[in-house]
């Protein structure tokens, strides 16, 4: 992520004050999904190759306005030189906050982008809306299937049957670790079950390590808590998006593990937002688990910490582990000119076939092809990516961030922060969840 905000809340953008009543303002009052003024159907059919149209200007939206921002530059200027005096890409960045709730009103107005990055959790608000157009002639056209992809990714991009996105990344949690306090209790690597994790922590204590693995209540604890419920069997809803499941029995499980790490003395009460990983940069933390958009952190402003990133341990007896991902979309402003669908269509191929720059941003490249590039081979985040089968994704609801920033995060944070036992919070939490579901089924439409 490219700044301290995307890192800590783009997941629950659409439940920040304001955003979801600027969503709901577009709307007119009527069903989310309704009023469009270009249906889902209208674009031109792509039908691949070279772009033979006139010259045509493409506005393009994204939120990588930090240490991405000049790799995905280098991105929009690489295309712009290959289809000069064809296709002339203007890339603006936004803030992510800024960009969700700008893009339906700037779109309805014809001021909005042509094409955009959004991430995986709104692609369902924004299709509900017919905000985007479906891709579908695009992928067909260039034979682009789930075998050139990571799988869950891949099937991210879907929403009511249909496909809105090109997935460009993925980005995950993983477990960093400090080396020089690994070796003083003999490893290597770090420890990859829960077992070993337990063990492990006990002997950086004997070792001298007052707290070597610092439990936040907020950012990012959802994304752990998400993780380990995944690992313990639990899904997050159910598959009609009409009810929560986190508040199962492996939901409590997996918020205990959490709670058991201050209780152990592993880590210490109320941790503050951000502090985890400021103690880990700062060599007083052995583990932490974050994403990995810290990579290119950790190597220009901790250079004397000597660390390595794993997968996040197998905690619940299933590998798994919260992720998201920048996906390439079109809009319905787009759609109105057959010219700028298809010089679009082929912005989306072209950087998304050429994506071995992005990875230099810290991402895992979508692209099979791409990951297995010599040139990003050896980078960190690419080596999280050995087994994809562990990826997991929010599924595709519109207004879902709504109801994990309103109800799952807070039930986390309650848990965490001792207010409540994990089985009393996740109770009190998934009846609010249930609640916003039912809304946004009424809002949307679905």
């Given at each position: ?114 094409v955009a990055i959004i991430h995986n959790d709104w692609i369902g608000t924004f299709a509900a809306r017919r905000t985007l157009i479906p891709l579908d002639d695009v992928v067909g056209a ?18 009511d049957g249909k496909r809105y996105s090109v997935p460009l990344d993925v980005h995950s949690l993983g477990d960093y670790w400090n080396r020089e306090h690994l070796e003083k209790i003999g ?135 919260w992720s998201a991902s920048h996906n390439f979309v079109l809009t319905s402003q787009a759609g109105k000119d057959p010219n700028k669908v298809q010089a679009a269509k082929a912005f989306i ?98």
């Open positions: 992520m490219s700044d301290s905000f995307s890192r800590r809340s783009f997941l629950g953008l659409t439940g920040a004050a304001g955003l979801t009543a600027a969503l709901a303002a577009c709307g007119g009052g009527t069903k989310i999904g309704a009023g469009s003024s270009a249906p889902a159907s209208a674009a031109p059919s792509f039908s691949g190759g070279e772009y033979t149209g006139p010259k045509v200007t493409l506005d393009y939206w994204n939120g990588f306005t930090g240490g991405d921002g000049p790799h995905m530059r280098a991105m929009v200027e690489a295309f712009n030189k290959e289809f000069s005096g064809r296709i002339e890409v203007r890339n603006i960045t936004r803030r992510w906050e800024d960009l969700y709730p700008a893009m339906p009103t700037a779109i309805a107005a014809g001021k909005g982008p042509d260039l034979e682009l299937t789930e075998a050139d992809f990571i799988p869950a990714v891949w099937n991210a991009g879907v929403f490893l290597s690597d770090a420890p990859a079950d829960k077992a070993s994790y337990a063990d492990a922590l006990a002997e950086l204590k004997k070792a001298g390590i007052a707290t070597p693995f610092w439990m936040p209540n907020k950012w990012p604890a959802h994304l752990m808590f998400m993780s380990l419920l995944w690992q313990h069997g639990g899904e997050l809803y159910s598959e009609d998006g009409a009810k929560a499941l986190w508040g199962s029995d492996q939901g409590v499980q997996a918020l205990s593990w959490m709670v058991e790490q201050i209780d152990e003395g592993f880590s210490p009460p109320k941790v503050a937002i951000d502090t985890q990983y400021a103690a880990f940069k700062n060599g007083k933390v052995s583990l932490t688990w974050d994403g990995i958009w810290q990579i290119n952190d950790l190597k220009a402003n901790a250079p004397s910490l000597e660390w390595g990133l794993s997968p996040v341990p197998d905690i619940g007896g299933t590998p798994a582990v191929d072209s950087v998304s076939r050429r994506s071995t720059e992005w990875a230099k941003a810290g991402m895992i490249p979508a692209r099979n092809s791409v990951r297995e590039d010599p040139a990003v081979a050896d980078l960190p985040q690419v080596g999280l990516a050995k087994d994809v089968g562990v990826f997991r994704f929010l599924p595709a609801l519109p207004g879902v961030g709504d109801v994990q920033s309103k109800a799952l995060e807070l039930a986390v944070a309650k848990a965490v922060l001792k207010q409540a036992s994990p089985a009393e919070a996740l109770k009190e939490g998934v009846a609010t969840a249930d609640k916003l579901l039912a809304d946004n089924k009424r809002k949307y439409g679905r």
